[in-house]
């Protein structure tokens, strides 16, 4: 059964950074492609970014591109991503998800992100 645990969500001032992790289990993480979304209050489910098995290939929503990095540790069967710059509107609950963006895959439980000065 897949798992995915996500952390290190919080409550941050614009400007801010935050790096999230997504501790995996259940399948063979190596060999997975990995996505992070987020859903803003009231707002539907968002691709933010996407790694490839090998964290060779990398893919961001453009309103987080040069902001926001995916990585993956795939001895620790674990991906993150790193929040910089944070705005308000980068407020949302975070997701972690099995595949390459397609928001039918198993994803986690989430962690909020909350942007607010």
Known sequence: EVQLVESGGASVQP????RLSCAASGFTFSTADMSW??????KGLEWVSSMDSGGSLTG???????????????A??????????????DT??????????????????GTQVTVSS
């Open 76 to 89: 620790k069967n674990t991906l993150y991503l790193q929040l910089n710059s944070l705005k308000t509107e």
């Open 15 to 18: 400007g801010e950074s935050l």
């Open 37 to 42: 979304f987020r859903q803003a209050p009231g």
């Open 60 to 74: 961001y929503e453009n309103s987080v591109q040069g902001r926001f990095t995916i990585s993956r540790d795939n």
């Open 92 to 109: 949302a609950m975070y997701y972690c998800a099995k595949d390459w963006g397609s928001a039918y895959s198993p994803r986690g439980q």
